[in-house]
């Protein structure tokens, strides 16, 4: 059994349709949250954003901070301050984390009022515009701005399908974007990785190939953590038939004579990556 490399891309029509919404909005804009997976920080992060974006102001929100391997993603939060990000790391459980996100946006909220009162014009509350990949925790974020349920929540890409406004208070209102994704993942390696943290679409993907791709993955960065969970590791693509074997026995995922039931070992693991069971983990590495 091998590796299948089959190449992922997922670019369905509303992201075409979000993309020229927010281009045909931009100028009603202050700053931008580019929000990003903390567990994925370079595989989430939109490309061709500075092209939607232009030279707006960007604040750079890290979600899900609490479930990565956060010795790997500061790596990348150190990197990105030094291109010049102002960056935020959010654990989102946590209802009052958003108010540094509130603290860092006041600046933005004062400059902007500033360079209307030296026109002549009243201030105004700041506008925000929220983007990202699919499933990477927007709305979540959203509804601990409100403090109540503002927007939909899922754990799967597509929750969000219509452009909004929401105000956040007086001083702030934020316009909500369906997650996207660019035309083409030119890099298979970070669109497996988006697959797998549920950033693409489940419906399109091989669960075989994903599975396989996610053994292979946890055994190169987090061995001791599949270690603990499956009691096995793949060190070689030879060993695949042998650690699904150990999988399947240990999970219960055998049907009768003994025999594996490759598509439940396939789920397991899949679910079990999405589940948090490895503990803290980051897909990406600084070069």
């Keep these: 059994m091998k590796m299948n490399n089959n190449p992922i891309n997922w670019y369905p029509g509303h992201f075409a349709k979000t993309r020229r919404e927010i281009k045909e ?20 992060k939109i490309v061709d954003i500075d092209d939607l974006t232009k030279e707006k102001p960007r604040i750079l929100v890290m979600t899900k901070y609490d479930l990565c391997d956060r010795k790997e993603t500061d790596k990348f939060i150190a990197y990105y301050q030094q291109q010049g990000y102002d960056v935020l790391a959010l654990d989102l459980t946590q209802p009052a984390s958003v108010k540094a996100l509130i603290l860092k946006s006041e600046p933005y909220l004062k400059q902007m009022n500033e360079k209307r009162k030296a026109k002549g014009m009243k201030p105004r509350s700041l506008r925000v515009l929220i983007m990202g990949v699919p499933n990477v925790g927007k709305s979540t974020l959203i509804n601990r701005l409100v403090g109540k349920k503002a927007t939909q929540v899922g754990n799967r890409p597509g929750v969000t399908r219509n452009i909004s406004w929401i105000r956040i208070h007086k001083d702030m209102e934020l316009l909500d974007t369906p997650g996207i994704l660019w035309p083409k993942l030119e890099n298979q390696e970070e669109a497996h990785n988006l697959a797998l943290l549920s950033s693409i679409k489940e419906e399109i993907l091989d669960a075989q190939e994903m599975a396989l791709f996610a053994l292979q ?17 793949l060190e070689k693509d030879e060993d695949i038939p042998q650690v699904l074997e150990t999988i399947a026995k240990k999970r219960g995922a ?5 025999q594996i039931d490759e598509e439940k070992v396939y789920n397991i693991i ?18």
């Design 25 to 44: 909005k931009l100028n009603l804009i202050d700053v931008v949250y580019e929000v990003i997976d903390a567990r994925m920080p370079k595989s989430s």
């Design 217 to 233: 993955k946890l055994s190169s960065l987090y061995p001791e953590a599949l270690q603990k969970r499956y009691g096995t590791v």
């Design 254 to 258: 055998l049907k009768k004579g003994n």
């Design 270 to 287: 899949l679910q079990d990556v999405k589940n948090n069971a490895f503990g803290p983990i980051t897909l990406d590495r600084i070069a």
